[in-house]
């Protein structure tokens, strides 16, 4: 099918929105979500209306360059349709690439230490300090959901929530183990060591993205615990959920609320269940892909972070940075991430090719 022929039900859905709002039989829910598929569409369109002229116009043009008179014009304008067809042909092919319905999602981020002892803690306490500058960079809120610190003041684990514009969409990417090479704070011999930790990004599922049956889930209640395994509170305000059929459970026991608790287990399992189901349907359409790039497989060696050389390297992209700092605070993660998402789009592109 020819790029012309793959344009047409994009400006006929772009034309049956626009008629559907303008009946008034929408209900305000309905509205919404309409207006919003509309304003995706809307500068699509706009491309795909400014690429049919342009190829209109080029033809024109043609019978033009055979007048004297014209021909110096009618060529300069062909120089400049030359540069403008092809950016407008990429802009909509672009476009035309299947959506991840996650991508507009907010993210839970699970980080947790891998090898290495308290030296993998510290580096996933780094990891978060990371992303908390990435996401104050982007303007999104990130609050943390639940934590384990070690002795040493690094994190076993910690799991946050990250709110704002089209969070997954960028964050995606970050999933798998992250290496570290560097002389621990606590190695006296100043010996190079290799660490590791695992990121997972989830996007966070709504209750209308699935529905589970409360006979499938169990829920249990406990005792707070801190550091050391001393008590939080007197109170049984901790809580666990866990869903049978699958044996995923989510704990809580940041708030001394066993309501809050509660709640932020229940998000907190669904988003898992989501992200099951999503891991799922994903291996189902792209088992021939040979990429990982945007899979979220967590046992992938993605990116490795080396601190006698000041560098930063992404496996996927073959990408290095001599700007380690600016990496780890989050300032230059976007150089990384654009590179994972060029490629992403040029293989799904070469797919929609095929």
Known sequence: MSLIEKLGPIKGRHEELSALMSSGDLSGDEFVKCSTEYAELDPVVEAINRYEAALQEQDDLQELLDDPEMKAIAEEDMYRLKQEIPALEQKIRLALIPADSADKKNAILEIRAGTGGDEAALFAADLFGMYRGYAAARGWKIEIVEASES????????????????????????????????????????RVHTSAATVAVLPEAEEVDLQIDEKDLRIDTYRSQGAGGQ????????????????????????????????????????????DLERQ????????????????GDRSERIRTYNFPQGR?????????????????????????????IAQDQAEKLAELDA
């Open 231 to 274: 008590h939080v509170n007197t109170t049984d305000s901790a809580v666990r959920i866990t869903h049978i059929p699958t044996g995923i459970f989510a704990a809580i026991q940041e708030e001394k609320s066993q309501h809050k608790n509660k709640e932020k287990a229940m998000n907190l399992l669904r988003t898992k269940l989501y």
């Open 280 to 295: 799922r349907l994903f291996d189902e359409r792209a088992a021939d892909r040979k990429s990982q790039v945007g899979s």
């Open 151 to 190: 002795d040493i003041g690094g994190y076993k684990e910690i799991i946050a929530e990250i709110r704002g514009a089209s969070v997954f969409e960028r964050m995606k990417y970050e999933s798998g183990v992250h290496r570290v090479q560097r002389v621990p704070k606590t190695e006296s011999g100043g």
């Open 312 to 340: 930063v390297t992404d496996h996927r992209v073959n990408l290095t940075l001599y700007k380690i700092e600016e990496v780890l605070s989050g300032e230059s993660l976007d150089e990384v991430v654009d590179e994972l």
